[in-house]
């Protein structure tokens, strides 16, 4: 069987806006299997995880599961679980980890200040420092992420020990193996282990690795696609360096970003939306499709 990341590899097909868009991130620990619906097909009480889910589409965030690398017990039993809350909103991140007795507690947080970008949260959840790696292993949703997740995580997880996990979903099958990097919400795909370790050890210094880059999650799709070009004109840069001050619809697929640089430059860029063709299929076992990229074009400088 062909895996879909390998034909959307040999097609180059663009990473830059394939990330997805989130303000702020929760991350609930949840041993056991997962289903293709991880939030309604776990050991998590269903109807939790369809609270978590509406809550997270009202009001601008994500929810992920995660389980630790190596083995995963199959917990039927209720059980103290690690929890992280992430607010990605560049010159504002913040990671927020604890131990919460029981899911249940995070019915009680205040999501409409996590939308505010607060990092409004529960007593139990302090301050972190070091960045937190998901990546995306779960073969309910696509075999690339199974088969290329897993091997990531296994060779990666003695050198991050602790600050990398298994995830549930992170989109874009075909761009595996697939990981995001909290608190910036910064998602990438096509890594190797060597990458990621260089993204995490980046990070801690405030640096941003281009290679595999999809995107930022604060932004929009199109807003992702004109960082993400102007990041590559600028060559060096900060990962809190950019933002997305707007990216307005121009009509026929076409928008117009300003990103701005905290050292006051910006640049008005325009992004189109473009049909990748040959077909290709966008998860394992499915039927080709013609995805869309978005190509960003950043004005040369006079």
Request: charged share 20%; hydrophobic share 40%.
């Amino acid at each position: 069987m062909t895996l879909c990341s390998d034909v959307g590899r040999e097609l180059a097909e663009p990473l830059a806006g394939t990330a997805p868009v989130a303000a702020w991130w929760l991350v609930v620990e949840q041993p056991g299997p997962w289903g293709a619906k991880a939030l309604t097909q776990s050991h998590l009480d269903p109807s939790l995880g369809r609270d978590l889910d509406a809550a997270a589409a009202e009001y601008g965030g994500r929810v992920a599961l995660v389980r630790r690398p190596r083995r995963h017990p199959d917990t039927h039993y209720p059980a103290a679980r690690r929890v992280w809350l992430a607010g990605t909103t560049p010159g504002a991140t913040f990671l927020l980890g604890g131990w919460l007795p029981s899911p249940e507690v995070l019915r009680s947080l205040d999501f409409a200040a996590l939308a505010s970008g607060s990092p409004s949260s529960l007593p139990e959840l302090q301050p972190e420092t070091e960045p937190l790696l998901l990546v995306c292993t779960n073969g309910r949703r696509d075999l690339c992420c199974a088969v290329k997740g897993r091997d990531l995580v296994a060779g990666l997880r003695d050198d991050v020990l602790g600050r990398v996990w298994e995830t549930t979903h992170l989109g874009g099958h075909r761009f595996a193996p697939t990981a995001v990097l909290l608190p910036h919400g910064v998602v990438y795909g096509r890594l190797d282990d060597k990458q990621a370790l260089l993204l995490v050890e980046s990070a801690r210094d405030g640096g941003f690795l281009g290679d595999g880059y999809r995107g930022r999650s604060t932004f929009s799709r199109p807003g992702q696609a004109a960082e993400a070009a102007v990041r590559q004109r600028l060559g060096d840069s900060g990962l809190d360096d950019l933002t997305v001050a707007s990216a307005d619809p121009d009509g026929d697929g076409a928008w117009s970003a300003v990103v701005a640089h905290r050292d006051g430059r910006s640049w008005t860029v325009a992004v189109r939306s473009q049909e990748q063709h040959p077909p290709r299929p966008e998860s394992c076992g499915k039927p080709p499709a013609t995805p869309i990229a978005y190509v960003a074009d950043v004005p040369v400088p006079r």
